[in-house]
T-cell receptor, first 113, second 112 residues
Framework: NAGVTQTPKFQVLKTGQSMTLQCAQDMNHNSMYWYRQDPGMGLRLIYYSASEGTTDKGEVPNGYNVSRLNKREFSLRLESAAPSQTSVYFC????????????FGPGTRLTVL | QQQVKQSPQSLIVQKGGISIINCAYENTAFDYFPWYQQFPGKGPALLIAIRPDVSEKKEGRFTISFNKSAKQFSLHIMDSQPGDSATYFCAARANSGSRLTFGEGTQLTVNP
C-alpha cells in the first residue's frame, strides 16, 4: 500500500496563477483533510471531507477550493495564487471514526512569487 | 486563534536526557489528545495519544501526562536519542467529529 500520495512534490507559481494539488489514499478511508504548515504556526486545517460527497471549511479556507472526486481522491485548488499561500501543504486521511489516526502524505512545497 | 498552545518552540537536549514538551487548551469539548512526530521532509506521523479518562500513558520511552483540571498535557521523552530529533506537534480533537486542532510545534534537537 502506498498510503497517502501527493503530487506534485514541489511547485513554483507566479502571483495570480492557478494550480491544483492532488491527493490520493489507498486505505479505504472515509475522511480526508488538507493542511498547510507554516513556521511557528503548526498545521492549520484548510478544508476537510468527512465522507465522500461532503466538504467543509477548516480554519483557513480563504483562497482555496476543494473537490472530493471519489472516496480515494481529494484535490485542493488555488484559483489565483498569492505570496501568502507560500507554504507546505499536507493531505491526510482517516477512517473518520472517533479516535482514528490521521495518516499524512509527504507534502507539497509551494512557492508563490 | 490558536486553541492549543504548545511550548517551547525549540528544545535542545543532550543524549540520554529527558525532553519535555507542554501543551495547554481551553476547549473543554476536547476529548482526544494525540502527539505527532515529523522528520524533515516527511509528513507527520502519530506517535502516541491519550484520552482524558487517564492521567498518564506510556509507550516505551514516550509518556503523555494529562492534567484535566489544568487543561494541560505534556510529552516526556526519556533517555532522548539523536534519532528523536524531529518536530513534535500536540493536537486535540473535539467530541463532535474527526477534526484535529494542532499546536504550533516544537523542534527537538538531541545532541550526541
Amino acid at each position: 500500500n502506498a498510503g497517502v500520495t501527493q503530487t506534485p512534490k514541489f511547485q513554483v507559481l507566479k502571483t495570480g496563477q492557478s494550480m491544483t494539488l492532488q491527493c490520493a489514499q489507498d486505505m479505504n478511508h472515509n475522511s480526508m483533510y488538507w493542511y498547510r504548515q507554516d513556521p511557528g504556526m503548526g498545521l492549520r486545517l484548510i478544508y476537510y471531507s468527512a465522507s465522500e460527497g461532503t466538504t467543509d471549511k477548516g480554519e483557513v479556507p480563504n483562497g482555496y477550493n476543494v473537490s472530493r472526486l471519489n472516496k480515494r481522491e481529494f484535490s485542493l485548488r488555488l484559483e489565483s495564487a498569492a505570496p501568502s499561500q507560500t507554504s507546505v501543504y499536507f493531505c491526510a486521511s482517516s477512517f473518520g471514526h472517533s479516535y482514528n489516526e490521521q495518516f499524512f502524505g509527504p507534502g507539497t512545497r509551494l512557492t508563490v512569487l | 486563534q490558536q486553541q492549543v498552545k504548545q511550548s517551547p518552540q525549540s528544545l535542545i537536549v543532550q543524549k540520554g536526557g529527558i525532553s519535555i514538551i507542554n501543551c495547554a487548551y481551553e476547549n473543554t469539548a476536547f476529548d482526544y489528545f494525540p502527539w505527532y512526530q515529523q522528520f524533515p521532509g516527511k509528513g507527520p506521523a502519530l506517535l502516541i495519544a491519550i484520552r482524558p479518562d487517564v492521567s498518564e500513558k506510556k509507550e516505551g520511552r514516550f509518556t503523555i501526562s494529562f492534567n484535566k483540571s489544568a487543561k494541560q498535557f505534556s510529552l516526556h521523552i526519556m533517555d532522548s536519542q539523536p534519532g528523536d530529533s524531529a518536530t513534535y506537534f500536540c493536537a486535540a480533537r473535539a467530541n463532535s467529529g474527526s477534526r484535529l486542532t494542532f499546536g504550533e510545534g516544537t523542534q527537538l534537537t538531541v545532541n550526541p
